[in-house]
């Protein structure tokens, strides 16, 4: 049905040589759903930068389900589409459906996590390098407790999620060889503030009323802002008795930080599809092959970055 890649070229070079653009490009984008601020804003771009560029583009929302999200692939293959987005919200079990729209040879990218299967599958991943931000997170922290006693509690990402699995090895590999730094508590949150609340409150019982504990670490701002209302709601003070260190960079942790409740957050660009679209204009023009792996910055912010400022200038920009 749709071998049509050859054919899409003729036209696509068509267009350009005629001064159209890319208009005719349609493109599926798999959605995780909308569990964070971080998750809305990359949907709020990835929306303006297809619109930007003439791509009419395809949303399926797969409500933090992998069912949905290769029920949405196998409906864009069927549309014929002329390239699918993903953001796969576990790391395994895609090879059946990648390997369908390979053989109808369209183009997939992965957008932000990344999966345990073969890189013929796929075009490229815009992604971060999530073992990296587990490491910056991990290297504030031992810097800032020097060699004082710590008891770390961890709220980690959704289960079998790249992120989950790689910021935890980043962040313990920063601890490794620091013993007076210890994770004493570790569960998911699921990377929603409800569910960040909900396992802090749970950590702050089992750790002597949250006297015990020296830091949240949370594997993103939702869980951590999750975190600091149940430290709050426990008449402890977060930012200065449980520092707090996460990853993301939504305007919401910069308002926490300028009041004094967080500490720092490694920032995770929200435009993971700028970089997607011009590569895969690129490929669809002249078969340019782009990198298996585009990696986007992480950059680490903490008080010291007038935490106001930043809110302000991010908090119009889709989160
Ligand atoms: O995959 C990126 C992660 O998914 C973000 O850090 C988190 O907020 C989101 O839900």
Redesign the pocket.
């Known amino acids: 049905m749709k071998k049509a890649l050859a054919a899409f070229t003729v036209a696509f070079s068509a267009c350009l040589a005629s001064g159209v653009s890319a208009q005719s490009l349609t493109v599926g984008f798999s959605q995780?759903g909308s569990?964070?601020g971080?998750?809305a804003a990359e949907t709020t771009v990835t929306k303006q930068e297809a619109e930007k560029r003439g791509i009419d583009l395809k949303f399926a929302d797969a409500q933090q389900k992998q069912e949905n999200q290769i029920k949405a692939i196998r409906g864009f293959i069927a549309q014929g589409v002329d390239a699918i987005l993903v953001?796969p919200v576990v790391a395994t079990g895609w090879e059946s459906v990648l390997q369908e729209a390979k053989e109808e040879e369209i183009p997939v990218i992965l957008l932000?996590?990344q999966i345990e299967a073969s890189d013929d599958l796929y075009l490229t991943a815009v992604t971060s390098d999530q073992v990296h931000e587990g490491k910056v997170a991990g290297d504030w922290l031992v810097k800032d407790i020097g060699d004082k006693p710590c008891n770390v509690v961890e709220l980690q990402?959704t289960t079998g999620?790249s992120?989950a699995i790689n910021r935890k090895k980043g962040f313990e590999e920063a601890l490794a060889s620091h013993d007076n730094i210890k994770i004493t508590r570790s569960q998911t949150g699921d990377?929603t503030r409800t569910k960040g609340k909900e396992v802090m409150e749970s950590f702050i019982k089992a750790e002597g009323g949250g006297q015990d504990i020296c830091a949240v670490y949370a594997?993103?701002?939702?869980m951590a802002v999750g975190a600091i209302q149940a430290i709050k709601e426990a008449g402890l003070k977060p930012g200065s008795d449980i520092k707090i260190v996460s990853?993301?960079a939504v305007p919401d942790i910069f308002k926490a930080m300028a009041e004094g409740e967080a500490n720092a957050t490694v920032e995770?660009t929200p435009n993971m599809a700028g970089p997607a679209f011009d590569v895969l204009e690129a490929y669809l023009k002249d078969k340019t092959e782009p990198p298996k792996w585009i990696q986007t910055e992480s950059k680490l912010y903490t008080a010291a970055d007038d935490p106001m400022a930043v809110y302000e200038a991010k908090k119009d920009l889709g989160y």
């Not at 594997?219 to 939702?222: A, C, E, F, G, S």
């Open positions: 995780i569990e964070s971080w998750r953001a932000d996590r990402g999620s992120p990377f594997h993103n701002d939702d990853i993301d995770l």
